[in-house]
């Protein structure tokens, strides 16, 4: 038997262009955490403390996640040591006063991996890194991972040994780690 030349080019054009459309996820910030971890450039010294997200929604088309964008309220940084706290979001770090909102906007997950773009002190860069994507009871997803986020890239320079000599051990390490455990459903669901 042979096939039409026509219907196979159709076919397989039908096969290629149907895709499920994506579906809008809204982030559950209540279910969803943000943890910072920072360090010292010498000693063991490593504080670590939350910030919360203020809203965010993403697409997904059962295969890929992508044109996410998730606002983080930088006015709710958080340690256990107030005056650390207080530090942490004045200018010499993320002058949360002058810059309250933070924003990553997910272009799209390619592999295993988060390509997009970080805007921190009104300051955009470039960011990639690891995530994990689960589907959670019912129709949620979870996403999770760790981003090493290099501060100065931003303007923070605060006791930056890049920026700053004979520091010592009050010198502190560029980059700091940003996990993350993202819930959201989808945007149907929440009404």
């Not at 196979?8 to 499920?20: E, G, T, V």
């Not at 994506?22 to 209540?30: H, L």
């Not at 303007?155 to 993202?182: C, K, P, T």
Request: proline share 4%; hydrophobic share 45%.
């Amino acid at each position: 038997m042979k096939l039409n030349p026509l219907f196979c080019f159709l076919l397989l054009f039908y096969c290629l262009a149907f895709r499920p459309a994506p579906v809008v996820y809204r982030v559950d910030t209540a279910a969803s955490k943000l943890t910072w971890t920072g360090y010292a450039e010498v000693g063991a010294w490593a504080p670590s403390g939350t910030v919360q997200l203020r809203q965010g929604q993403l697409e997904y088309d059962q295969k890929t996640l992508r044109n996410g964008r998730f606002e983080v309220d930088m006015r709710t940084i958080a340690h256990t040591n107030a005056d650390l706290q207080n530090h942490l979001r004045g200018t010499d770090f993320f002058a949360v006063e002058q810059y309250p909102t933070a924003v990553f906007e997910l272009r799209e997950v390619v592999g295993a991996e988060a390509v997009g773009q970080l805007t921190v002190r009104g300051i955009a860069r470039p960011l990639r890194f690891p995530v994990r994507v689960t589907r959670e009871a019912g129709s949620s997803l979870r996403v999770q991972g760790t981003a090493s986020v290099d501060r100065t890239q931003f303007g923070v320079q605060f006791n930056s040994s890049s920026f700053f000599q004979n520091l010592g051990d009050h010198a502190i390490r560029n980059d700091f780690q940003l996990a993350f455990d993202i819930v959201a459903a989808p945007a149907l669901a929440r009404r």
